[in-house]
């Protein structure tokens, strides 16, 4: 029996989408314009230089993809590997709906938002989180970058024991705070009185963002937890679970679908650790089961702060590592990278980019695919669904027959 793994390259776009101007990001081109960074020589660094080099997603299709929806050309390559793209359904750019909708649950409903004011968050909301959890007060309180007011804030977050709210332009209210001074487990506490009084907000997701570290040297955790709403419908994870399937979710996949039909949570920190944690799996999965897998780096740790170079490094290594996938694939197994928004490195601000996705893949079994453009990501979670035979999902339409 045939085996999946569905791999999400997090905000990895392949250029604007049709609807990218309502959204601000007509333009927006995550791929495009880190391959011409890197050909013009502004993306080196001490991890990298010169052209982009990714001669396995290459092969795969990935250029041909990205040419497909661009119109800009690229070198021609023998190709060996199911290729194509997808628009978003979804009215948000965010992470939840993304993958929902990879998952064949598009979110054809809006959530709330915070908005562009400080503060951004309701004094009914900050006021009852201060008295529950005794908190002293609270910093930030406005639409930030996560490194950014981490750094501003801070030194005085240890000294006074107020944790830091901020928001992006997505549905979230992320809570950041010490692991020592402050507690990992006082914080994951907070989060989770959060999470009951935003539901009211429509908020997607409450995000605990640990720290450690002193002033000038603050990092960011491996410990980040995401509370989030359960998607409004069955996903292919709760069908494959119903139908007695394995599901080994990797990263922060079991998060991201409130830990409904996520199975077997695996965590791991850092986009090689994760790669580690996948390659794992698939010693262990069994027959008919699927491997579902967050590369989270390329989103927090480049996307957002705008780290052309760095992302550039991200995807080199990840492409460097693919041919011990490959290797490890049965004759019957599926592989599907993607990816759930964009995230354009060069674009103004530090949000999520409106552009459609790669959707790249390979089987043993399978001869060179080009799917084309797809109307929508639950395109892939309905050939999952086929291809590991298991009821049709809701939404979606099956490009491997």
């Given amino acids: ?29 995550t791929f495009g314009h880190i391959l011409s960074a890197c050909a013009e020589g502004k993306a080196d660094n001490d991890n990298r230089n010169g052209p982009l080099h990714l001669p396995n997603l290459k092969n795969l299709g990935l250029f041909a993809a990205h040419q497909a929806n661009t119109g800009i050309s690229h070198e021609e390559t023998v190709l060996a590997g199911i290729y194509g793209y997808a628009q978003e359904k979804s009215r948000g750019k965010d992470t939840p709906s993304g993958h929902w909708e990879m998952a064949g649950v598009p979110v054809m409903f809006d959530w709330g ?18 008295s529950k959890c005794n908190l002293p007060g609270i910093l930030g309180n406005c ?31 992320q809570i950041a705070a010490h692991e020592e001074s402050f507690g990992l487990a006082r914080l994951y506490k907070l989060c989770a009185e959060a999470r009951l009084l935003v539901d009211e907000l429509e ?18 955790t491996g410990n980040r937890k995401d509370l989030a709403v359960p998607p409004p419908e069955p996903t292919l994870l709760d069908q494959l679970t119903a139908e007695n399937r394995q599901v080994l979710s990797i990263g922060k996949i079991g998060d991201i679908f409130a830990h409904q039909g996520t199975g077997t949570i695996i965590k791991a920190n850092g986009n090689m650790a994760l790669f580690d944690a996948t390659l794992e799996a698939m010693d262990n999965a069994l027959d008919g089961s699927l491997i579902f897998t967050n590369f989270v780096d390329f989103d927090q740790s480049y996307g957002h702060r705008r780290d052309v170079a760095g992302y550039a490094h991200a995807l080199e290594q990840f492409d460097k590592r693919l041919p011990e996938l490959l290797h490890k694939m049965k004759k019957d197994d599926l592989l599907l990278m993607t990816a759930d928004h ?15 996705v790669p959707v790249i893949g390979y089987s043993p079994s399978i001869g060179t695919t080009s799917i ?24 979606g339409t099956a490009f491997l027959e």
């Fill in 203 to 220: 908020i997607g997701r409450v995000i605990a963002r640990p720290f450690l570290g002193a002033e000038g040297s603050f990092e960011r």
């Fill in 372 to 395: 084309g453009e797809r109307e929508s990501f639950a395109d892939i979670g309905q050939t999952i669904a086929h291809f590991l035979k298991i009821k049709p999902l809701n939404h």
């Fill in 113 to 130: 938002y915070f908005p562009h004011t400080t503060p951004c968050f309701p004094a009914s909301l900050t006021d009852t989180l201060i």
């Fill in 143 to 173: 639409h930030a970058s996560g490194t950014e007011i981490i750094a501003k804030f801070g030194t005085e977050h240890i000294e006074t024991g107020k944790p830091i709210f901020y928001t992006s332009a997505d549905s979230v209210l």
């Fill in 1 to 29: 029996m045939s085996r999946a793994l569905l791999l999400v390259l997090d905000s990895f776009g392949l250029g604007a989408a049709k609807d990218a101007a309502d959204f601000g990001d007509q333009g927006a081109d």
């Fill in 342 to 356: 964009g995230c354009d490195p060069t674009w103004e601000g530090s949000d999520h980019t409106r552009e459609v």
